[in-house]
């Protein structure tokens, strides 16, 4: 099993959706990444720039959904993973992004889209 960072619960407000009433608003959004590295060198070293620095993967998920507009949840699991591809010693990410008011009429606590991408 490769080694792995777990960043959960990651929030922010976005403007992503179809209807008319989600691209008026912003509407909170709740990310959950499982970034696959080699922790090796980190472990034995005790050096930040031997792993994966997840302060800055959370900041890429924020500037994804605050600042980009996407109309499907699809998109911007795409969009994350993309960004936490492109970091340093990254070589696989499984990104979920929950919808927490989904705009359906019935109770529904959220809706979800998980991906996994990899670099290869």
């Known amino acids: ?3 792995q960072i777990n960043v959960c619960g990651i929030r922010a407000l976005g403007v992503i959706g179809l209807l ?3 691209k008026e608003r912003a509407q909170p959004f709740e990310v959950d990444l499982i970034i696959e590295a080699d922790l090796s ?3 034995a070293t005790d050096d930040l720039n031997q792993t994966v620095h997840y302060g800055d993967a959370t900041d890429r998920v924020v500037a994804v959904i605050t600042n980009e507009r996407h109309e499907l949840i699809e998109r911007v699991a795409q969009r994350i993973a993309d960004e936490v591809l492109a970091m340093d010693r990254v070589d ?3 990104v979920t992004i929950r919808k927490l008011r989904p705009p359906v009429p019935h109770h529904v ?3 979800s889209v998980r991906i996994r991408r990899t670099t290869g």
């Open 92 to 94: 696989a990410v499984d």
């Open 41 to 43: 060198g980190a472990g």
């Open 109 to 111: 606590e959220h809706t």
């Open 20 to 22: 008319a009433e989600e």
């Open 1 to 3: 099993m490769p080694d």
